[in-house]
């Protein structure tokens, strides 16, 4: 019984911290996503082309 109580804790433990891992890869791409937009220029206005 010990074992087995000790063995579905080790999962919900590795469950939860799937979830968290998942958490901060979430957030990570948002603020990648977030700093690649904040790089574009406003609507309407083109890159200056060196020629």
Do not use: D, H, W
């Amino acid at each position: 019984l010990c074992v087995l109580v000790a063995f579905v804790y080790m999962i919900y433990k590795a469950e939860k911290l799937g979830k968290k891992e998942r958490k901060k890869k979430i957030k990570q791409t948002k603020r990648q996503v977030n700093n690649f937009l904040a790089m574009l220029p406003p609507p309407g206005r083109t890159a200056k082309l060196n020629s």
